[in-house]
T-cell receptor, first 109, second 117 residues
Framework: GQNIDQPTEMTATEGAIVQINCTYQ??????LFWYQQHAGEAPTFLSY??LDGLEEKGRFSSFLSRSKGYSYLLLKELQMKDSASYLCAVEDSNYQLIWGAGTKLIIKP | ETGVTQSPTHLIKTRGQQVTLRCSSQ?????VSWYQQALGQGPQFIFQYYREEENGRGNFPPRFSGLQFPNYSSELNVNALELDDSALYLC????????????????FGEGSRLTVL
Protein backbone atom coordinates (compact mmCIF):
# COMPACT_ATOMS: atom_id res chain seq x y z
CA GLY A 1 0.00 0.00 0.00
CA GLN A 2 0.90 3.65 -0.13
CA ASN A 3 2.02 5.36 3.02
CA ILE A 4 3.21 8.77 4.14
CA ASP A 5 4.63 9.09 7.66
CA GLN A 6 5.29 12.28 9.55
CA PRO A 7 5.35 13.11 13.28
CA THR A 8 1.99 13.94 14.79
CA GLU A 9 3.10 16.96 16.75
CA MET A 10 6.22 19.05 17.36
CA THR A 11 6.95 21.97 19.65
CA ALA A 12 9.54 24.69 19.05
CA THR A 13 10.49 28.11 20.39
CA GLU A 14 9.97 31.42 18.64
CA GLY A 15 13.12 32.43 16.75
CA ALA A 16 14.47 28.87 16.63
CA ILE A 17 14.77 26.33 13.79
CA VAL A 18 12.63 23.22 13.39
CA GLN A 19 12.84 20.30 10.96
CA ILE A 20 9.73 18.29 10.10
CA ASN A 21 10.46 14.90 8.56
CA CYS A 22 8.40 12.92 6.09
CA THR A 23 8.99 9.38 4.82
CA TYR A 24 7.00 7.85 2.03
CA GLN A 25 6.26 4.61 0.21
CA UNK A 26 4.20 5.16 -2.91
CA UNK A 27 3.40 3.60 -6.27
CA UNK A 28 5.71 5.73 -8.33
CA UNK A 29 6.92 9.23 -7.64
CA UNK A 30 6.26 12.45 -9.52
CA UNK A 31 7.10 14.94 -6.84
CA LEU A 32 6.72 15.78 -3.17
CA PHE A 33 4.83 18.73 -1.79
CA TRP A 34 4.62 20.53 1.51
CA TYR A 35 1.50 22.42 2.45
CA GLN A 36 0.72 24.56 5.47
CA GLN A 37 -2.71 24.43 7.05
CA HIS A 38 -3.83 26.76 9.81
CA ALA A 39 -6.65 25.50 12.00
CA GLY A 40 -10.00 25.83 10.27
CA GLU A 41 -8.45 26.93 7.00
CA ALA A 42 -7.57 25.33 3.66
CA PRO A 43 -4.04 24.07 2.96
CA THR A 44 -1.70 26.48 1.19
CA PHE A 45 1.23 25.46 -0.98
CA LEU A 46 4.73 25.83 0.48
CA SER A 47 7.15 23.86 -1.67
CA TYR A 48 7.69 21.24 -4.36
CA UNK A 49 10.63 18.85 -4.79
CA UNK A 50 11.03 16.44 -7.69
CA LEU A 51 14.84 16.17 -7.79
CA ASP A 52 17.14 15.28 -4.90
CA GLY A 53 18.45 18.17 -2.92
CA LEU A 54 17.45 21.28 -1.10
CA GLU A 55 14.96 23.89 -2.30
CA GLU A 56 15.10 27.17 -0.40
CA LYS A 57 12.34 29.73 -0.26
CA GLY A 58 12.86 32.44 2.30
CA ARG A 59 12.61 31.09 5.83
CA PHE A 60 11.40 27.72 4.54
CA SER A 61 13.51 25.03 2.87
CA SER A 62 12.56 21.56 1.72
CA PHE A 63 14.88 18.62 1.10
CA LEU A 64 14.31 15.43 -0.86
CA SER A 65 16.12 12.10 -1.10
CA ARG A 66 14.28 9.85 -3.54
CA SER A 67 16.51 6.83 -2.86
CA LYS A 68 15.62 7.02 0.83
CA GLY A 69 11.96 7.96 0.34
CA TYR A 70 12.59 10.89 2.65
CA SER A 71 11.96 14.60 2.81
CA TYR A 72 12.11 17.30 5.41
CA LEU A 73 10.76 20.81 5.76
CA LEU A 74 13.05 23.23 7.56
CA LEU A 75 11.60 26.35 9.12
CA LYS A 76 14.01 29.04 10.31
CA GLU A 77 13.51 32.08 12.51
CA LEU A 78 10.23 30.71 13.75
CA GLN A 79 7.38 33.12 14.25
CA MET A 80 4.19 32.61 16.23
CA LYS A 81 2.21 32.68 12.96
CA ASP A 82 4.06 29.52 11.90
CA SER A 83 1.92 27.57 14.36
CA ALA A 84 -0.02 25.32 11.99
CA SER A 85 -0.19 21.81 10.61
CA TYR A 86 2.34 20.93 7.93
CA LEU A 87 1.23 18.35 5.39
CA CYS A 88 3.55 16.24 3.28
CA ALA A 89 2.06 14.89 0.04
CA VAL A 90 3.52 12.74 -2.73
CA GLU A 91 2.29 12.65 -6.31
CA ASP A 92 2.20 9.01 -7.39
CA SER A 93 2.50 7.44 -10.83
CA ASN A 94 -1.17 8.24 -11.52
CA TYR A 95 -0.53 11.90 -10.70
CA GLN A 96 -2.68 11.58 -7.58
CA LEU A 97 -1.58 13.20 -4.36
CA ILE A 98 -1.15 10.89 -1.39
CA TRP A 99 -1.24 12.86 1.84
CA GLY A 100 0.28 12.39 5.25
CA ALA A 101 -1.83 13.09 8.32
CA GLY A 102 0.09 16.29 8.99
CA THR A 103 2.43 17.51 11.72
CA LYS A 104 0.97 19.98 14.17
CA LEU A 105 3.66 22.54 14.98
CA ILE A 106 3.29 24.46 18.22
CA ILE A 107 5.43 27.59 18.64
CA LYS A 108 6.09 28.81 22.17
CA PRO A 109 7.31 32.32 23.05
CA GLU B 1 -7.02 34.25 -1.74
CA THR B 2 -6.69 31.31 -4.12
CA GLY B 3 -9.55 32.21 -6.45
CA VAL B 4 -11.29 28.93 -5.60
CA THR B 5 -14.67 29.33 -3.96
CA GLN B 6 -16.83 26.69 -2.33
CA SER B 7 -20.40 26.65 -1.13
CA PRO B 8 -21.93 26.18 1.30
CA THR B 9 -19.31 26.80 3.96
CA HIS B 10 -21.19 24.87 6.62
CA LEU B 11 -24.15 22.54 6.52
CA ILE B 12 -25.89 19.99 8.70
CA LYS B 13 -27.64 16.92 7.34
CA THR B 14 -29.13 13.76 8.80
CA ARG B 15 -28.26 10.16 8.01
CA GLY B 16 -29.66 8.93 4.73
CA GLN B 17 -29.97 12.37 3.18
CA GLN B 18 -28.16 13.58 0.09
CA VAL B 19 -25.87 16.58 -0.24
CA THR B 20 -24.41 18.62 -3.10
CA LEU B 21 -21.31 20.73 -2.60
CA ARG B 22 -20.16 23.25 -5.17
CA CYS B 23 -16.83 24.64 -6.27
CA SER B 24 -15.70 27.35 -8.68
CA SER B 25 -12.16 26.85 -9.91
CA GLN B 26 -9.46 29.42 -10.31
CA UNK B 27 -9.38 31.07 -13.72
CA UNK B 28 -7.16 29.19 -16.18
CA UNK B 29 -7.35 25.93 -14.26
CA UNK B 30 -8.92 22.97 -16.01
CA UNK B 31 -8.64 20.29 -13.36
CA VAL B 32 -10.54 20.02 -10.12
CA SER B 33 -10.06 17.51 -7.36
CA TRP B 34 -12.07 16.85 -4.23
CA TYR B 35 -10.77 15.84 -0.85
CA GLN B 36 -12.32 14.73 2.43
CA GLN B 37 -10.51 15.84 5.56
CA ALA B 38 -11.55 14.45 8.91
CA LEU B 39 -10.55 16.32 12.04
CA GLY B 40 -6.86 15.87 12.78
CA GLN B 41 -6.19 14.01 9.54
CA GLY B 42 -4.66 14.87 6.22
CA PRO B 43 -6.88 15.26 3.16
CA GLN B 44 -8.08 12.03 1.52
CA PHE B 45 -8.40 12.09 -2.25
CA ILE B 46 -11.96 11.45 -3.45
CA PHE B 47 -11.70 12.03 -7.20
CA GLN B 48 -10.44 14.34 -9.89
CA TYR B 49 -12.07 15.78 -13.00
CA TYR B 50 -10.40 16.94 -16.16
CA ARG B 51 -12.32 18.13 -19.22
CA GLU B 52 -15.59 17.15 -17.56
CA GLU B 53 -14.54 13.54 -17.07
CA GLU B 54 -13.44 11.72 -13.96
CA ASN B 55 -9.79 10.79 -14.45
CA GLY B 56 -8.81 9.52 -11.03
CA ARG B 57 -10.59 8.20 -7.98
CA GLY B 58 -9.58 7.40 -4.44
CA ASN B 59 -10.98 4.72 -2.15
CA PHE B 60 -14.50 6.10 -1.83
CA PRO B 61 -17.77 4.25 -2.54
CA PRO B 62 -19.97 5.03 -5.57
CA ARG B 63 -22.35 7.10 -3.46
CA PHE B 64 -19.68 9.80 -3.79
CA SER B 65 -20.09 11.22 -7.27
CA GLY B 66 -19.20 14.39 -9.07
CA LEU B 67 -19.54 16.60 -12.07
CA GLN B 68 -17.37 19.15 -13.81
CA PHE B 69 -19.01 21.75 -16.01
CA PRO B 70 -17.70 23.44 -19.17
CA ASN B 71 -16.76 26.52 -17.15
CA TYR B 72 -14.63 24.20 -14.95
CA SER B 73 -16.88 24.59 -11.91
CA SER B 74 -17.64 21.36 -10.14
CA GLU B 75 -20.02 19.55 -7.83
CA LEU B 76 -19.54 16.79 -5.29
CA ASN B 77 -22.64 14.73 -4.53
CA VAL B 78 -22.91 12.34 -1.64
CA ASN B 79 -25.93 10.06 -1.35
CA ALA B 80 -27.20 8.08 1.63
CA LEU B 81 -25.17 10.09 4.10
CA GLU B 82 -23.52 8.27 6.98
CA LEU B 83 -22.26 9.66 10.27
CA ASP B 84 -18.65 9.07 9.16
CA ASP B 85 -19.18 11.41 6.23
CA SER B 86 -18.92 14.31 8.68
CA ALA B 87 -15.78 16.14 7.58
CA LEU B 88 -14.35 19.16 5.80
CA TYR B 89 -14.69 18.75 2.04
CA LEU B 90 -12.03 20.57 0.09
CA CYS B 91 -12.03 21.43 -3.56
CA UNK B 92 -8.73 22.18 -5.29
CA UNK B 93 -8.01 23.36 -8.79
CA UNK B 94 -4.86 22.95 -10.82
CA UNK B 95 -3.55 23.03 -14.37
CA UNK B 96 -2.83 20.07 -16.60
CA UNK B 97 0.04 20.13 -19.05
CA UNK B 98 -0.71 19.22 -22.63
CA UNK B 99 0.90 15.84 -21.98
CA UNK B 100 -1.63 15.07 -19.29
CA UNK B 101 0.55 15.63 -16.24
CA UNK B 102 -0.96 17.72 -13.50
CA UNK B 103 1.12 20.52 -12.09
CA UNK B 104 1.11 19.49 -8.48
CA UNK B 105 0.47 22.86 -6.92
CA UNK B 106 -3.12 22.79 -5.83
CA UNK B 107 -5.17 25.85 -5.05
CA PHE B 108 -7.68 25.02 -2.36
CA GLY B 109 -10.99 26.57 -1.54
CA GLU B 110 -11.90 27.23 2.08
CA GLY B 111 -13.91 24.05 2.23
CA SER B 112 -17.43 22.96 3.11
CA ARG B 113 -17.83 21.59 6.60
CA LEU B 114 -20.47 18.86 6.61
CA THR B 115 -21.98 17.55 9.82
CA VAL B 116 -24.15 14.44 9.62
CA LEU B 117 -26.41 13.81 12.59
Amino acid sequence: GQNIDQPTEMTATEGAIVQINCTYQTSGFNGLFWYQQHAGEAPTFLSYNVLDGLEEKGRFSSFLSRSKGYSYLLLKELQMKDSASYLCAVEDSNYQLIWGAGTKLIIKP
Amino acid sequence: ETGVTQSPTHLIKTRGQQVTLRCSSQSGHNTVSWYQQALGQGPQFIFQYYREEENGRGNFPPRFSGLQFPNYSSELNVNALELDDSALYLCASSRVHSGGAVTGELFFGEGSRLTVL
